[in-house]
């Protein structure tokens, strides 16, 4: 059982929301997976805290609901900092099951989505930390500074610009909670469709 599977099965229902020019950028990543095995996938944005990791999250649980187990996800930043915890407790209220690790000034996150799966853990690092894959993989850009400030991501097979919009610029803000949940929602509704695309010719 999916932890999120009513998020999933409402997220599937809304392909119709995500625009056409963005399942151009989402079929690219779909068909990186269909051509690659292993397929891995490293999101990056500038300080890896909010779109990256939640990004890694979506598309690790994606891997596993549509039984694409050659795929595998990973994220970084061109610095590392902390996953942010309004991320964090954004990605909770949609049925993710998230313990603190270790807790310092970057913790270490246990993350699971099903109960028939493996926890998996997420902080905040470079994309070129050791951890991540150093050569073949996909670079997906989640953000318009690292994709401005980071043209070239050694080690990438392909290079691919799928920016979001920051939650942070909502932070302590009135709408913050409402804007976090939004964007995990974007984020996860255009993994899932680029998931759903991988077994179609």
Known sequence: MFFVEDTIRNLLREFDRVPQHRKVILNDIAGFCRSTSPANLVFICTHNSRRSHISQV???????????????????????????????RA???????????????????????????????????KYDDRENPSTGFAAIMTCTHADENCPVVSGASVRISLPFDDPKDFDGTDVERIKYHERSLEIGREILYAFSQIGKL
């Open 58 to 88: 979506w598309a690790q649980t994606a891997a596993a609901y549509f039984n694409t187990s050659h795929v595998a996800s990973y994220s970084g930043g061109t610095e590392a900092t902390a996953f942010n915890p309004r991320a964090v």
């Open 91 to 125: 990605m909770r209220e949609l049925g993710f099951e998230i313990e603190v690790a270790t807790n310092n000034q970057n913790p270490r996150y246990l993350v699971r989505y099903s109960d028939a799966h493996p926890s998996f853990e997420v902080f905040s690092k």
